[in-house]
C-alpha cells in the first residue's frame, strides 16, 4: 500500500494548459478545428453475446474484475485521516479507509467473528474506531481487532489473528484501486503512469467531492461505457442538453495500455484559440474523456470533473458510483450555484441520458437485437478499447 499525493492542498481553481502534462498538451495541440476534422469511415461489429450472456460475464469477471486490480473509489471522498466508507458495489462488501499516517487500506467489510457488515450504510464517516453492530468487536481504521466484548468468555482468543482481512490497494492519481481476489498478488501492469500524471495535473487526487450518487441500472456495464467512448451520440442523444457544446467529429485518441485518454475540440474550437490567454481555462476550448482500466471513466467540465466507477453485477445489472470533483468546496454563493446547477445539469444528461441510452438498449440487446452491435468511423474507439479487453480475456 503506498501513500500518494499529500492531502488537500491544492487551491488552483482552473487548469490552465500550461499546467498540462507535456503529454496531454501533445494531444490538445493534434486536435484539428472542426472544419478541418475528417472521419475515416468504419464497419467494426460485436456479437450481442458479450452484452447480454451469463458466460461471457463470468469470462470478464475471471479474466478482468477477479483477475487485476479494480476502481473502488475515489481518494477525494476520503481526504483525511480517520475517514471510512463502506462499498458493495462489486457484490463484496468493502471497506476503505484512510489510516492515521494518510494511508488507504481496503477491507473486506467483515467482522472476524462472525461475517457481519461491520459499517452498513455507504455514507463517509470519521472514526477512530469501527465497532461490529453484532457483538460489538472493535477495530481500528487500520483494521486491527482491539476490543472484545466479553473476553473472558472465550478460552484464549488470539486478537491478533482475527485482524480485518485486508485486500492489496493503491492510490493512482487520485483513484482507489483493489485486488478484489486474495487468491492472486495484484498485478498493477495495467495501470499507467501516464495516465496517474494525468489525473494529477487536472487535480483529481486533491479535489473535492462535491456531489456523488449510485445509480442502479438495468445494463451490462459495456453498454453503459459505450456512449464515453464516442462523440456519435452527442449531438443527438444530447440534442436537448449539452449537445450544441460538441462537434461531431473524431476524437484525438492515445492510448496506454488499456486505458484511454480522448480529446475533443468544444463547438467552433479552432487550434489558435489555445494561445491566444495563457491564464485562460483550457477546459472552456477543450474536453478531456478518460477510460481508466477497466471501468472508470473521468470526463472534465469547465468548473469540475465527473468521475464513474462502472461496477458489473450481472450480465445486465450494474452499479455507476458517480462523483463531481470540485477544486475545493463551494466558498462563495456564486461558486454554490454554479456547483449546485452543474451537479443538477450532469445527473440530468448522464443519469437522464446516456444511462437511459444504455437501458433502453439492453432492452433490445438482451432481446437479441441487434444479432451484432454496428460501429462506425466515429465510434472506433469502443473497438479499440474492446480489442485491448479481448486480449486479456
Ligand atoms: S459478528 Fe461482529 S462481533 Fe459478532
Ligand atoms: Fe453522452
Keep these: 500500500m503506498t501513500v500518494v499525493e499529500p492531502i488537500k492542498t491544492n487551491t488552483r481553481k482552473i487548469t490552465t494548459l500550461a499546467s498540462l502534462t507535456p503529454n496531454q498538451i501533445e494531444a490538445i495541440r493534434k486536435i484539428p478545428a472542426e472544419k478541418d476534422a475528417v472521419v475515416e469511415p468504419l464497419l467494426a461489429t460485436r456479437p450481442n453475446a458479450i452484452f447480454t450472456t451469463q458466460n461471457h460475464f463470468d469470462r470478464e469477471q475471471a479474466g478482468i474484475f477477479r483477475r487485476y486490480p479494480v476502481p473502488v473509489t475515489v481518494s477525494a471522498l476520503l481526504p483525511e485521516p480517520g475517514m471510512v466508507v463502506a462499498d458493495c458495489g462489486y457484490g463484496i462488501p468493502l471497506l476503505i479507509s484512510r489510516t492515521k499516517s494518510g494511508e488507504v487500506k481496503v477491507f473486506i467489510n467483515a467482522c472476524q467473528h462472525k461475517g457481519a457488515k461491520i459499517v452498513e450504510d455507504c455514507e463517509v464517516h470519521k472514526a477512530s474506531r469501527l465497532t461490529c453492530p453484532y457483538h460489538a468487536w472493535t477495530y481500528g481504521i487500520d483494521g ?200 443538477e445539469l450532469i445527473i440530468n444528461v448522464f443519469g437522464g441520458e446516456d444511462f437511459r441510452a444504455a437501458e433502453i438498449s439492453q432492452e433490445g440487446l438482451s432481446a437479441g437485437v441487434p444479432e451484432e452491435a454496428v460501429y462506425c468511423g466515429l465510434e472506433a474507439n469502443i473497438v479499440n478499447y474492446y480489442e485491448a479487453l479481448e486480449k486479456l480475456l
Design 144 to 343: 486491527k481487532l482491539v476490543g472484545v466484548a466479553r473476553n473472558d468468555a472465550f478460552d484464549n482468543l488470539d486478537k491478533t489473528e482475527r485482524n480485518l482481512v485486508e485486500l492489496e490497494s493503491r492510490e493512482w492519481g487520485g483513484i482507489i484501486y483493489a485486488q478484489l481476489n486474495r487468491d492472486i498478488p495484484a498485478d498493477w501492469s495495467n495501470l499507467s503512469q501516464q495516465i496517474s500524471d494525468d489525473f494529477t495535473a487536472l487535480g483529481i487526487p486533491d479535489a473535492h467531492v462535491y456531489g456523488r450518487k449510485t445509480f442502479d441500472l438495468k445494463a451490462n456495464w459495456k453498454v453503459i461505457l459505450e456512449p464515453f467512448l464516442e462523440g456519435y451520440h452527442v449531438q443527438r442523444l444530447h440534442a436537448a442538453s449539452i449537445g450544441d457544446l460538441f462537434q461531431d467529429a473524431p476524437n484525438i485518441v492515445d492510448m496506454f495500455g488499456p486505458n484511454i485518454r480522448q480529446v475533443s475540440g468544444r463547438i467552433g474550437y479552432e487550434p489558435e484559440m489555445l494561445d491566444e490567454d495563457e491564464a485562460a481555462n483550457v477546459h472552456k476550448l477543450v474536453t478531456h474523456a478518460y477510460t481508466a482500466f477497466p471501468n472508470c471513466v473521468i470526463i472534465t467540465s469547465q468548473y469540475y470533473t465527473s468521475v464513474m466507477i462502472l461496477k458489473p453485477n450481472g450480465p445486465n445489472r450494474s452499479t455507476v458510483e458517480y462523483f463531481m470533483l470540485t477544486p475545493g468546496p463551494a466558498t462563495t454563493a456564486k461558486a454554490e450555484e454554479v456547483f449546485s446547477r452543474s451537479l
